[in-house]
């Protein structure tokens, strides 16, 4: 159904699937967990990436408030490849709720990976699932069915997904960490000593106000990015303040970069700089956790 949605270059084992079968369940307020539906009627094709603005509750429970969409995909094992070959599905990202990982084993589904402990993070984490090993032989064809859950009205996507041997697809997933994870931390590291050095040399020159604003706007870059890389907080008050610093921390960015970029202007503007400082206060105490009801 879908050797021919599967893109294999000629020296490699792994498979690249642009399209999938897509089915969405309504689930119950309890936390997903259900198998996916059976193989056969009700599935459809879809592109990959999938990316829906917003989810939609399945029709055939319209009242639902979440949904588990399912994407069923086929992989055939290719000649030439050893039976104890480690095998992984490599997901570039997953945006939504956690991600879940079957397969289909004696017309049954066995759960293989269920995203709990990166849910937070998934978004911008790209996972290589490792499935059991010694799983096929050479022509058997495994079913695979990946799970995003969503809730009505909110946005999911699912990206094109690999699967192969590790040997092969290890160094795409390294390269997409490297570009997702630690591209951002190492940048973020990089301005955060600008900024201290800028401060360094204000404390020296203390009428030239600039290499303050400098140093304030690093910190401000060097917060918001944080979410780009750091393990987030489970949940409670931890992650409200989390979630708060990232957003508030775009103000804190934008209102020095701004003082920066006045100091190039021969003009002077105090009172638009009150302002905006006034501004940017303001909405960051409005906007603390549980400060207003």
Request: hydrophobic share 50%.
């Amino acid at each position: 159904m879908l050797g021919a949605v599967a893109a294999r270059a000629d020296d490699s084992f792994a498979q690249h699937f642009e399209q999938a079968q897509y089915q969405a369940l309504p689930l119950g307020t309890a936390r997903a967990g259900a198998p996916p539906p059976p193989v056969g009627p009700g599935w459809q094709t879809v592109a990959l990436p999938d990316i829906q603005r917003p989810s939609r509750p399945p029709a055939a429970d319209p009242g639902s408030e979440r949904a588990m969409h399912w994407y069923l995909l086929r992989w055939t094992m290719p000649a030439g490849l050893a039976a104890d070959e480690p095998l992984v599905v490599y997901v570039p990202r997953a945006f939504s709720g956690p991600l879940q990982l079957w397969r289909l084993d004696a017309q049954r589904w066995r759960p293989v990976y269920d995203d709990q402990v990166w849910d937070l993070e998934q978004w911008n984490l790209p996972l290589l699932l490792s499935l059991p090993p010694k799983l096929l032989a050479p022509g058997e064809t495994l079913t695979l069915a990946l799970g995003v859950p969503a809730e009505r009205g909110a946005n999911f996507s699912l990206s094109s997904v690999w699967v192969g041997p590790e040997a092969e697809l290890r160094d795409r997933h390294a390269l997409r960490w490297a570009l997702q994870r630690t591209v951002p931390a190492a940048s973020s590291l990089a301005m955060l000593l600008l900024g201290v050095l800028s401060l360094f040399v204000w404390l020296g020159r203390r009428h030239e106000r600039g290499y303050l604003y400098f140093a304030l706007a690093a910190i401000g870059w060097t917060l918001r990015n944080l979410h780009l890389f750091m393990i987030h907080p489970e949940g409670g008050w931890a992650l409200d303040w989390f979630c708060w610093l990232s957003v508030a921390s775009i103000w804190w960015l934008m209102l020095p970069t701004y003082l920066f970029a006045f100091r190039f202007d021969a003009r002077r503007m105090p009172h638009l700089e009150r302002w905006l400082a006034g501004f940017v206060l303001a909405g960051t105490v409005i906007t603390m956790p549980d400060l207003l009801p």
